[in-house]
């Protein structure tokens, strides 16, 4: 008896080959069978004839990190078809810690944590409707052990660093993310870096690098991972490769040469990537990096600095190279300057009476430096490049949405909620730039493989009951930048360890997602 048969579907089977029509049935979470299952007895039987039945997707690039506590459905993940995240990305993951942290769940209860292994518990005793699995930032480790300043890690630092890391991947870690425009991750150099990639072989774990640079230095910082790579034989990944600003657009013709040379040499290192022309980071990366160190209040208090605040202007001019009216405001915490979130950088300064460099300092400074921007800076070729090379993983660099409560105050990039569909229905149905098949091999048993997620990603007998099924004439992103709370549509069923997640295109609330440690798959 199968808990649930789906019937007559089109399959893929995550591996990139040709879809075939077939029944699949589901029991204990498992996919028990693949093929014509006319007579097995199922308690529950879901038509699909003519739609698509495939693994759930996986998002490798996620930071949703400790907003679990808010949203345990991932909302605006499972809608899409996704049914596992990878988070803890960008060098900054929500464990370890230097101090405990506790949060307050709606419902009055408390959780706590300071490790990985605290981290993992405490979401997965919250209760969690997708599966989830973390990488440990560089920057957690960094600030630590060393601290928010600037300077080399010695070798005290460097030891207490690899400890942590140790302990991290022993609690089922996947491997190690850098954010090497953020601080403190920025202010390290590529010793440190190859050092604690020399920790993660023997762990099996995996290097992901949000790089220095993804404009003026791109081929640079590409190399950089690269070289890193072959020094420490670790798996690595580009995370969002693009290539920013104008004058840089056109150079992910070398970066992907550059990648797939490497490849041919025998190194395993991958990409991800998003289906969009418009990157989002926090605005405080338009200053220049030395500005950061020793964190945030040594940052704000050097704009307020006749000494450093004219070298700061001046680096915003140079980073932002007069783009400002493409630059839009999407968090602003400050009450006096909440009307402005969703506006231009150009059209902020003109109404507060400032230059546009003034109005970034102006608003970082009031707002205690927690503003975040949308900033379209990239090129429709550049993105189609990366989508369409072979080792590019999907990764939605957005933590997963809700449309209430704290995580609806800001305006969110529409790739929380869009980022697979727009994939399917963009790249593969409305330009044809990838077959359906490979564009679920991206977002499924590729990333699978690279991080090393055993048993996920594949749709064949034994593999755990991931599926999305979706109508493919039908499947369509549907949120915008001035509108990005919007469930896509065509993704009709999602099933998460077996499990309804989404039936009839509806969220059915049910916790059973699993927070995946490395060690229970090796
Ligand atoms: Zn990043």
Redesign the pocket.
């Known amino acids: 008896m199968l808990d649930c048969k789906i019937t007559q579907g089109t399959v893929y089977d995550g591996l990139g080959g040709p879809p075939t029509v077939a029944d699949v049935g589901v029991k204990d979470g498992k996919i028990a069978a693949v093929g014509s299952l006319g007579d097995v007895p199922a308690r529950e039987i879901l038509p699909a004839e003519g739609l698509c039945v495939c693994p759930g997707f996986i998002d490798v690039?996620s930071h949703t990190d400790d907003w679990y506590f808010l949203n345990p459905w991932a909302v605006s993940k499972l809608l899409q078809g996704v049914t596992t995240e990878i988070i803890g990305?960008?060098g900054d993951s929500a464990a370890p810690l230097a101090a405990f942290k506790s949060v307050r769940t709606a419902d009055g209860s408390e959780f706590r944590w300071r490790t990985t292994g605290e981290f993992m518990a405490a979401v997965q005793s919250h209760g969690l409707g997708i599966n989830a699995a973390s990488l440990i930032g560089h920057g957690n480790l960094r600030s630590i052990a060393v601290g928010e300043e600037s300077g080399r890690a010695d070798r005290n630092h460097l030891q207490a660093m690899k400890r942590l890391l140790r302990r991290s991947l022993a609690d089922g870690a996947l491997g190690l993310s850098t954010?090497l425009v953020y601080p403190p991750g920025c202010f390290a150099d590529t010793v440190e870096l190859t050092a604690l990639g020399v920790t993660l072989l023997p762990a099996g774990g995996i290097y992901t690098s949000?790089i220095r640079d993804e404009g003026d230095r791109l081929t640079e910082s590409v190399r950089e991972v690269i070289e890193l790579c072959r020094a420490t034989g670790v798996t690595g990944v580009v995370?969002?490769h693009k290539a920013a600003g104008r004058k840089n657009w056109g150079k992910t013709a070398t970066t992907l040469r550059l990648l797939a040379a490497a490849r041919a040499d025998g190194l395993r290192i991958f990409c991800d990537v998003y289906p969009y022309t418009a990157l989002n980071?926090g605005l405080g990366t338009l200053l220049p990096l030395w500005s950061h160190s020793g964190g945030r209040a040594a940052m704000l208090e050097r704009l307020d600095a006749s000494q450093t605040l004219p070298e700061i202007r001046r680096e915003v001019e140079e980073k932002a190279a007069g783009d400002y009216a493409n630059i839009i405001i999407t968090k602003l915490k400050a009450p006096e300057h909440r009307e402005l979130q969703g506006r231009s950088l150009a059209e902020i300064a003109a109404r507060l009476g400032l230059s546009p460099s003034e109005a970034v300092i102006a608003l970082l400074r009031t707002n205690a430096g927690e503003v975040d921007m949308i900033w379209h800076a990239l090129a429709e070729e550049d993105l189609q490049a990366v989508l369409a090379a072979p080792f590019a993983m999907i990764g939605s660099?957005a933590g997963a949405r809700v449309s209430y409560g704290p995580l609806a105050a800001e305006l969110p990039h529409p790739r929380s909620y869009g980022t697979f569909p727009r994939v399917i229905a963009r790249y593969v149905r409305e330009l044809g730039l990838l077959s359906l098949a490979e564009a679920i091999r991206k977002m499924t048993s590729l990333p699978a493989q690279v991080f090393g997620l055993a048993n996920r990603g594949r749709l064949t007998s034994g593999c755990a009951a991931d599926i999305t099924i979706f109508d493919f004439a039908a499947i369509c992103d549907t949120a915008t930048y001035a509108n990005p709370f919007q469930q896509p549509a065509g993704v009709l069923h999602v099933l998460v360890n077996g499990v309804p997640a989404v039936w009839d295109g509806k969220l059915q609330y049910r916790a059973a997602g699993r927070f995946l440690r490395r060690r229970h798959w090796r």
């Open positions: 690039h990305n960008c954010g949000h995370s969002h980071t660099d």
